[in-house]
């Protein structure tokens, strides 16, 4: 039996695809609550730009005020960041993924 391990640049896309779907899901639902990011700011008194930025990297108040509109708990909703307990993970993995202009000037790099 041939059994390929996926290479590390299909396992770096899977995560990718994985987080941009997940940000995508968690904004629905903010969508979907009544909450734009800037309200949600202004409610928490949060710096701006703070909750779209946690949707790519981890942030505890921005976390905080995305799952406190959702009324759940951040550990549901960004599992990745946080041990099956609810404590959260440390150090935090950094790395971000693309921002839809970096997707597509790749994109376009490929053509």
């Keep these: 039996m041939d059994s390929k391990k996926p290479s590390a ?5 899977r995560l990718i695809d994985m987080r941009v779907k997940q940000a995508a899901s968690i904004k629905a639902l903010l969508y979907e609550a009544g909450y734009t990011f800037a309200e949600l700011e202004r409610i928490h008194d ?3 730009g703070t909750v779209s930025d946690t949707l790519r990297a981890p942030n505890l108040k921005g976390e905080r ?3 406190d509109a ?3 708990r951040p550990e ?3 599992r990745d960041r946080y041990h099956a307990s609810g404590r959260r993970k440390s150090p935090q993995d950094h790395s971000r993924p693309p921002t839809m202009a970096q997707r597509r ?3 376009e790099a490929r053509t």
Aim: aromatic letters at 4%.
């Design 9 to 13: 640049k299909s396992r770096t896309k």
């Design 46 to 48: 949060i710096p701006r």
């Design 65 to 67: 005020a995305i799952s």
């Design 70 to 72: 959702l009324g759940t």
């Design 76 to 78: 549901l909703l960004w």
């Design 105 to 107: 000037k790749e994109a």
